[in-house]
């Protein structure tokens, strides 16, 4: 059978990638997602550790900071 003239394998092939391609970003975007939640506190607390090592704020601010990031 000729389906639109013999261009419907490459409609199929071009389908079959397509939705492969929406499986991946899905997958990806979630895992993204999940892992954005457990990186939050690192990333305050690294950038936190960045200011105190420029001096922009002094150790006790830092450690009045860190507690709260902790709590």
Do not use: K, P
């Not at 639109?4 to 993204?32: D, E, P």
């Not at 690192?42 to 450690?63: K, M």
Request: glycine share 10%; with cysteine.
């Amino acid at each position: 059978m000729m389906w639109y003239g013999g261009w419907g394998w490459f409609w199929m092939c071009v389908a079959m990638l397509a939705f492969w391609a929406l499986v991946a970003w899905v997958i990806v975007t979630l895992i993204r997602q999940g892992n954005r939640g457990r990186r939050g506190d690192s990333d305050a607390q690294a950038l936190l550790e960045d200011r105190l090592v420029r001096g922009e704020i002094d150790e006790d601010e830092y450690h009045r900071r860190r507690d709260l990031i902790r709590h």
